[in-house]
């Protein structure tokens, strides 16, 4: 099978499914080069405002981004409506275990959210 065909049916799959922000592309041939490449932007809100007011402003912007033509497929993992978590560090105590901060930091980002951890070899391939 080919791997555009690949991808289709895994686009096919992501647009059914809910529960998760899903966007299968097919890999550039060089990393960092070719159409997933593309380029990254920031919508904030400085004022404060309303969350669901910038939720429909940031769908607003990739509607109006995913018309152009130069555009390919615009998106944004941003959702008002997820549950958020704040977790305050209780850095006294992190400092009397003798807890490194860096390193407890860096292990709730990779269980919270994610972190490249290492690439590995098999069959002489990355």
Do not use: C, H, W
Not at 46 to 68: H, K, P, S
Not at 91 to 111: G, Y
């Amino acid at each position: 099978m080919q791997l555009r065909a690949i991808v289709g049916q895994a686009q096919e799959i992501a647009a059914r499914t809910t529960d998760a922000n899903i966007i299968p592309f097919v890999p550039p041939a060089i990393p960092g080069l070719g159409n997933s490449g593309g380029f990254s932007f920031v919508l904030q809100d400085y004022t404060g405002g309303d969350l669901q007011e910038f939720a429909a402003a940031m769908r607003g912007f990739i509607v109006a981004a995913n018309a152009r033509s130069a555009v390919g497929s615009a998106y944004s993992t941003f959702r008002a409506d997820v549950p958020m978590l704040f977790l305050e560090v209780n850095r006294d105590k992190v400092q009397t275990l003798q807890v490194p901060m860096t390193e407890l930091f860096s292990t709730l980002q990779a269980q919270l959210g994610s972190t490249y951890i290492n690439d590995f070899n098999k069959f002489g391939r990355t």
